[in-house]
């Protein structure tokens, strides 16, 4: 679907995430790159398989390696990394030192990391009236996470990876689940100058607190990037709402993600130039700048 309908497209690149590694990566590339050369960059993925063999991290760097050389621009985990990926029948903590010579390839070859772990908060808490996601968990009972790992330790995980790994770039998926805690996650890049996030499927947290979100982007605009779970070009228009105007009031395209109303940011000029591809020049590398504006 995205292929057939580049042509008719002004976009400038589209970052597929879902790569693959070994031949799945190569073809993913070959597939990509020959339709369209310059719009769309390729992150590679770990095969946990195996994952419990002493000399798995070994195996799992050198394939990454490979697939640098083959095209790969950066390296994504997916949420099942932390929670349900296991070894011998034990969870797999997110900072596990059996993945440090992955990081190191990372840090070597200047990919970047976009990883996600957890899921909200409110998804561990318990189901009543109380929590903010209540319609969400009805509608969709199987997002709903039993209380262990709990949120807290997930993200603990993660955050003493970033920091055992200062010269890896990571970036954290859904701003990191810190959307609704700016202040939490303003500390977090203060003492983690390698940290960055994209505000993929979290448009609504930023939409409901248009002053301090605004100051919280400018702020930080080097450090946050455009981002979007899944290719709806019928979506895109309210982020270019939320981050681009002084609009008031105005619905989220899913309600039971908010059941709130959203405001515009009106980011400044330089600021949304930032978010929505300088951010991503500085980090993935590969990308043909000429297609984007000064």
Known sequence: QILGEMDDLNLGVLVNLSGGSGARLRQTVDTFRKAYPKRFAVFANLDFDGINAPDWGEKAAAQLAQDVKYGAQGLKFFKNFGM????????????????????????????PVLIHVAEPAQF?????KYNERWLELKLRPGRKRPPEPSFETLIAERDRLVKRHPKVNFIYAHMGWHGNDLQRLGKLFDDNPNLFVDVAAVLYELGRVPHSGRAFMIKYADRILFGKDSYRPEEFPYYWRVFETKDEYFDYYRRYHAHWQLYGLDLPDDVLKKLYHKNALRLIPGIDPSIFPE
């Open 124 to 128: 561990f808490e318990p189901h009543d």
């Open 84 to 111: 349900d990926v296991a070894a011998g029948g034990k969870r797999v903590p997110v900072d596990d030192p059996k993945l440090d010579p992955v990081f190191e390839v990372c840090a070597r070859e200047g990919i």
